[in-house]
């Protein structure tokens, strides 16, 4: 069965610390491992990987991907308040041309003042 | 920027009665998806459409889900008799392909459906 599972379920910091989120995986025709930020309802898309080794950046966002371990970080630096939410890891996993999302339970990220 | 919508973005039912719930995806967007999100629970897929069929579906959605695209823009996912548990967040995504591109799935507001 697939699995996606991630680390901590929750986390609270105060602003300006560095946090890094975890999540492992154990899916068949893996295609890629993406994040997401949930705030109030629709996932946002953060990043998407496909190689491992490649660090994305966006901002105070980077992630990175290990294919060989199973596993990816989310690192967000110098948290602020707005950055609060629970953040999602989803791997694809393509069947039959149509990919689905295999989501993790989230980490909820609480960023205090 | 274009984004995918959906409607309502709060239906109330009672049990046993059938909902429909709307989405319009991303207007070039090939491949659409449903999601459900239990309250405090993960995001489960429950059904991928491609070129007017069902390309994959999850073992939650049995035979009293269905879904349709009645028309060149939207994209229904229909509960023949809703139960209790049916109560959760759905969202809609799509992408512009599928397969080895175009991965990022966008999502819709969501729907929340609650049975009573």
């Known amino acids: 069965e697939d699995k996606v599972v991630q680390s901590p379920l929750s986390l609270v910091v105060h602003e300006g610390d560095t946090v890094t989120l975890n999540c492992s995986y154990e899916?068949?025709?893996?295609?890629?491992l993406l994040w997401y930020k949930q705030e109030k309802k629709a996932p946002t898309f953060l990043f998407m990987l496909?190689?491992?080794?490649i660090e994305k950046k966006s901002g105070r966002l980077s992630s990175i991907l290990d294919k060989k371990e199973l596993f990816s970080i989310l690192n967000i630096t110098a948290t602020q308040t707005g950055d609060s939410a629970v953040y999602l890891c989803?791997?694809?996993?393509?069947?039959?041309?149509?990919?689905?999302?295999?989501f993790g339970q989230g980490t909820r990220l609480t960023i205090n003042p | 920027e274009p984004e995918v919508t959906q409607t309502p973005s709060h239906q109330v039912t009672q049990m046993g009665q059938e909902v429909i719930l709307r989405c319009v995806p991303i207007s070039n967007h090939l491949y659409f998806y449903w999601y459900r999100q239990i309250l405090g629970q993960k995001v489960e897929f429950l059904v991928s459409f491609y070129n007017n069929e069902i390309s994959e579906k999850s073992e939650i959605f049995d035979d009293q889900f269905s879904v349709e695209r009645p028309d060149g823009s939207n994209f229904t996912l229909k509960i023949r008799s809703t139960k209790l548990e049916d109560s959760a967040m759905y969202f809609c995504?799509?992408?512009?392909?599928?397969?080895?591109?175009?991965?990022?799935?966008?999502f819709g507001p969501g729907t929340r459906l609650t049975v009573l």
């Open positions: 899916v068949t025709n893996f295609r890629s």
């Open positions: 995504a799509s992408t512009p392909g599928g397969g080895a591109h175009y991965n990022e799935q966008f």
């Open positions: 496909t190689s491992s080794g």
């Open positions: 989803a791997v694809g996993a393509t069947i039959q041309g149509a990919q689905k999302l295999v």
